[in-house]
């Protein structure tokens, strides 16, 4: 009797070890990310504003905060520009991504060394290529007109960044370069586990080049595709440095996304309130996203 | 996917190979040289213009010929505290994240509990929050607790891109320790706790090594808690630095490229130092 209490003892006190392990990390990830998550819905039905720091009240006001992110005339462009934003650097990134990816799954001398050198882009702070691209892309000292200028794509310099009309473009084009990295690096890795003798049977069968790809490559690699593409949205939802750096959401709010409302809302005009029912709107449209990623990654994982 | 699987695909038997791969392709490496050029000519610019003499803006050389270092001394000048700033935090964001993250790795790897799964999609989960909502929030909770403009804080702060993805990533190292190694120090009677530090900590060194490098890269990069969480000249990053730059009318190219390569710098030592476990770190934050 004795011997099995101190060994069920024992083993209470394993467990208890065993949690304490986990409790460090569970503690910050429920201080660090539950509660923002709760708090922000809670900002987001006060009148939470600079006032608030002083006097320590935020009377609750429904969905007023709703109803002016709603309303405001900067929502509907906020939302398509989140839209084009989002579509426009997931197609290019992609794209690129795994026709270098592709390019890259051959073997040829120094062919591991230059895939690894394309990760540069990824692993700079986002904030130092804004800066890059803002000097490359200047109207009129900037390297790309000048470069467009002396081939004659252009007569006139083009004001990538000053002109409401090819900013948003221009903020797509710098989003797509330092995304190609991750896309070229997953992408890679799932046309590595396509096995070679797939390809052999198809060579045999006549499937090379575009064929083979079609037939062989893309329906293996259609999972680990999905996966990326849905985390690419994820990610490219809530970009914040790379437009601020380069337009700071103008000119003329053509480069306003949710994101950049949800900042500008909480940190410029300081109605945190407001800027929080934007980010509860950006987290409601990732988490459809994040639904869809993990259902696939789960069948990902369990075939 | 992991190092692991990078492997044992390069190392496929030469007959499965087709018979072509034998001979060299120079062809394939000087496109893939191209290919990397146009891709990197952004940095090669950041480093181009940082040598240009200021005021030289307008007919900026495509080589640096004349090297001026007159955009480093101002960057020095002007950026090496916040340099330093950034160091500290990194640093200090590097301690944090492996000291909660790396035993809350070990446990989601080799023991077995019911919730584990539940535990690894809250992790995954978090690392689709955006940061602006964890700013919303910390704004608030710093404001009353006087962690605005501080170290302490930023460090916290930051420790929220790095903790999960250390997790994640530690923990797919972990998954193969064999159990029986710790199990034989245990029936010797070593505690859990000292199995942790004397056995699994030394063998897991090249993943604490790489997740570390990762942590300190997550930390040196972060530009929106540095922008939101502070508001003086006290504590600021030199992410905020440049942004500072940018925000003013952009007179001196020269000084912001200079501080651009000396913030790129991490990057760099990253790539060279942990290039093999880069691959694996780009999708083990990713798929569980």
């Not at chain 1, 994101?259 to 029912?277: C, K, L, M």
């Not at chain 2, 190219?253 to 200079?258: E, F, I, K, L, N």
């Not at chain 2, 000396?262 to 990253?270: D, E, K």
Request: net charge positive.
């Amino acid at each position: 009797m004795a011997e099995r209490d101190r060994r069920r003892r024992g083993f209470r006190r394993e467990h208890l070890v065993q949690a304490l392990f986990l409790a460090p990390a569970a503690l910050f990830l429920l201080l660090f990310f539950g509660y923002p998550v709760v708090k922000n819905v809670v900002m987001s039905l006060q009148e939470y504003t600079t006032r608030t720091f002083f006097t320590g009240e935020a009377p609750w006001v429904g969905l007023a905060n709703y109803a002016t992110a709603v309303g405001s005339s900067l929502f509907a462009p906020a939302m398509l520009n989140t839209a084009l934003f989002t579509l426009g650097s997931i197609a290019g990134q992609f794209v690129i991504g795994l026709a270098l990816a592709n390019f890259f799954k051959r073997r040829f001398p120094l062919s591991g060394f230059l895939r690894s050198m394309l990760l540069l882009p990824w692993l700079l702070p986002l904030i130092v290529s804004s800066a890059t691209w803002r000097s490359m892309l200047d109207q009129d000292s900037g390297i790309l007109n000048a470069f467009l200028r002396n081939l004659g794509v252009i007569q006139e310099p083009v004001p990538w960044l000053t002109s409401p009309s090819v900013a948003l473009l221009a903020v797509v084009l710098v989003n797509i370069w330092v995304g190609i990295p991750f896309n070229v690096t997953l992408l890679y890795g799932g046309l590595q586990e396509i096995p070679e003798e797939l390809y052999e049977a198809g060579a045999v069968d006549g499937a090379t080049g575009w064929k083979a790809f079609w037939h062989i490559t893309w329906p293996n690699l259609r999972p680990v595709a999905s996966v990326v593409l849905v985390l690419g949205v994820v990610y490219t939802l809530k970009v914040l440095d790379i437009i601020l750096g380069l337009t700071n959401g103008g000119p003329a709010n053509a480069t306003q996304t949710l994101a950049v409302r949800s900042y500008q809302e909480s940190f410029v005009n300081f109605q945190f309130g407001v800027g929080a029912a934007f980010s509860n709107i950006l987290i409601l449209i990732s988490l459809v996203f994040a639904v869809v990623y993990l259902r696939m990654n789960r069948r990902a994982v369990d075939e | 996917m992991t190092t692991l699987d990078i492997t044992t695909a390069r190392s496929v038997p030469a007959r499965l190979r087709p018979r072509k791969a034998n001979r060299p392709k120079l062809g394939h490496t000087a496109v893939g040289l191209l290919m990397l050029a146009v891709m990197l000519f952004p940095v090669y610019w950041m480093v181009n213009a940082s040598l240009q003499p200021s005021g030289n803006t307008l007919t900026a050389d495509f080589l640096p010929l004349n090297p001026s270092f007159e955009g480093y001394e101002k960057a020095i000048a002007q950026q090496g505290p916040n340099l330093l700033t950034s160091l500290v935090i990194s640093l200090g964001t590097v301690v944090f994240s492996l000291a909660v993250a790396a035993p809350a790795a070990y446990m989601l790897a080799q023991f077995r509990f019911r919730w584990i799964n539940a535990a690894l999609l809250a992790i995954l989960i978090s690392q689709m929050i955006p940061g602006i909502v964890i700013a919303n929030a910390l704004y608030a909770a710093y404001n009353d607790l006087g962690l605005l403009n501080s170290i302490p804080g930023l460090i916290l702060a930051d420790s929220t891109h790095a903790i999960p993805f250390v997790i994640l990533i530690m923990r797919a190292f972990m998954m193969r320790i064999p159990p029986s190694i710790v199990e034989a120090a245990r029936v010797d009677g070593a505690g859990l706790v000292r199995a942790f530090v004397s056995i699994v900590l030394p063998i897991s060194r090249n993943s604490l090594i790489t997740a570390g490098l990762f942590a300190f890269l997550f930390s040196w990069s972060d530009f929106l808690f540095a922008l939101t969480l502070t508001t003086t000249e006290d504590v600021r990053p030199v992410t905020l630095g440049i942004y500072q730059y940018l925000g003013t009318q952009v007179s001196n190219w020269s000084a912001v490229m200079a501080t651009a390569v000396l913030s790129s710098l991490p990057a760099i030592v990253l790539l060279v130092l942990a290039q093999k476990y880069i691959a694996a770190g780009a999708t083990g934050g990713a798929v569980k």
